[in-house]
């Protein structure tokens, strides 16, 4: 039934999630804001700058200016990517290669859909620079999930029409984009259990159930 897999990066293909919870931490922490595990969930496939705005609903006092935001989302990105440095090939799990080889034997393309402009850095640091087929990311939309625009992008690049694409994510933003894409989805992590879902991945490996 279908063509093509559209990945999610962050949380999907690999764990920078765990890197923009740390960076984001540690903002929060110099301002005095207060931030946990449930709010960083809100921020999965979230925009940088909407992922601010979430994390400034608990800051008490004068509003910042937009100059202010872009500063602090420029401090949060420097920490980010000093993070992104020191990821390598083993940042990359021998279960997700093993299933995306499995995909692209069965024929199918594959992208990426991810809401990061750091994306291309990423798959560089974990060896999959010229892996995908197409990369759709943050710096290709006006719109971040829960928009469809990422993943219409990607499917525009594959040249397949959305109802041939298949979604991996970890987001609910990201299947409420998938939905709102009209291309079915397979929830794993943070969005597991979620309604809108096609599918539910107890792990990475449950795609092979899926693209048979
Ligand atoms: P950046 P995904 C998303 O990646 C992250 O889940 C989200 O937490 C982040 O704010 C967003 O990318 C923007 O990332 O600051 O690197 O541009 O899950 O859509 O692959
Ligand atoms: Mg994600």
Request: hydrophobic share 40%.
């Amino acid at each position: 039934k279908y063509k093509a897999v559209i990945f999610d990066l962050d949380g999907v293909i690999c764990h920078t999630d765990q890197y923009h919870f740390l960076a984001w931490k540690k903002l929060a922490d110099r301002m005095g804001i207060y931030f946990d595990k449930e709010i960083n969930n809100r921020l999965r496939g979230v925009s940088r700058m909407e992922s601010l705005e979430i994390i400034l609903e608990q800051h008490k006092g004068e509003p910042f200016t937009e100059e202010q935001k872009a500063s602090l989302a420029e401090e949060k990105n420097g920490v980010y990517k000093e993070l992104l440095a020191k990821m390598s090939t083993s940042d990359l799990s021998e279960e997700v290669i093993k299933i995306l080889e499995h995909i692209r034997l069965k024929g199918l393309k594959l992208a990426i859909g991810s809401s990061s402009k750091n994306a291309r850095l990423i798959l560089n640091q974990i060896g999959l620079p010229d892996y995908f087929d197409a990369i759709s990311d943050g710096n290709n939309i006006m719109n971040s999930k829960p928009h469809p625009e990422v993943f219409l992008k990607a499917a525009e690049y594959l040249n397949i029409a959305p109802e041939y694409c298949l979604v991996v994510e970890d987001a609910k933003a990201g299947i409420d984009a998938a939905f709102a894409a009209g291309m079915d989805s397979a929830a794993l992590g943070d969005a597991y259990g979620y309604h809108k879902a096609n599918y539910y991945l107890t792990s990475f490996s449950d795609l092979q159930l899926i693209i048979v």
